[in-house]
């Protein structure tokens, strides 16, 4: 059960190769690469903080929406909707834990407008020449934890990132190719239909 809460609120693992580029993305580019879609969907790698590796499906609809379907054998499902993140552990015949999507890293490429250019979002903002790497937090509540983004060039596409948590515990979510613009339902996100659905009410 823990490591799928930090599916959302939190190591690090291997990025396949990638063409080199001349330097790194400008924060500009990054914000007005994510303010360019509103839902996208891809596979993911999870490596947990644990050590242990999960994979599966993610959907996200901005502002403030997304889902993550574990494959078999974790079966799990996080989601994030209505300002709460839920997790879903089909192992338990509990209500699904649920806490505020602010305070998760998360959150911040979430949010209607992406803007990274706010003041003290971005506490770090590095390439490696084949990637860039942005790392930023809530610059109203740092405690929450930070997000470590990373990008590839040409063109900028989001390939993996590292949330901290907290309590300092780290997860990397490793993403395929993100197809951008997809046709996702309300009902994908909606925290109580989903308990609904499962509890059979």
Same mark, same amino acid.
């Given at each position: 059960?823990?490591?799928?809460?930090?599916?959302?609120?939190?190591?690090t693992a291997a990025l396949f190769a990638l063409p080199a580029m001349?330097?790194? %993305?400008?924060?500009?580019? %990054?914000?007005?690469?994510?303010n360019s879609f509103t839902t996208a969907e891809? =596979?993911? &790698?999870?490596?947990?903080?644990?050590?242990? %590796?999960?994979?599966?499906t993610m959907f996200m609809k901005r502002p403030g929406r997304v889902r993550f379907e574990y494959a078999p054998p974790d079966d799990a499902l996080v989601m994030a909707g209505g300002g709460q993140v839920a997790v879903f552990d089909p192992k338990s015949n509990q209500p699904p834990e649920q806490y505020p999507l602010k $305070?998760?890293?998360?959150?911040? %490429?979430? =949010? $209607?407008n992406v803007d990274?250019? $706010?003041a003290k979002m971005v506490v770090g903002h590095t390439s490696d020449g084949?990637?860039? &790497?942005v790392m930023a937090q809530d610059p109203e509540h740092p405690e929450y934890g930070n997000i470590q983004l990373v990008f590839s060039d040409s063109p900028v596409q989001l390939r993996q990132w590292?949330? &901290?948590?907290? !309590?300092? !515990?780290? &997860?990397?979510?490793?993403?395929?190719?993100? =197809?951008t613009g997809?046709?996702?339902?309300?009902?994908m996100f909606n925290i109580v239909q989903e308990t609904e659905a499962r509890t059979g009410n």
């Open positions: 059960m823990k490591k799928f809460r930090f599916a959302l609120v939190a190591a001349a330097g790194k %993305i400008p924060l500009s580019q %990054i914000s007005s690469y994510f891809g =596979e993911f &790698t999870q490596v947990n903080a644990d050590g242990t %590796i999960s994979t599966g $305070r998760t890293p998360l959150n911040l %490429i979430l =949010e $209607r990274l250019s $706010r084949n990637t860039t &790497t590292i949330i &901290t948590d907290d !309590s300092g !515990s780290a &997860t990397t979510v490793i993403l395929g190719d993100l =197809e997809v046709q996702l339902s309300a009902r």
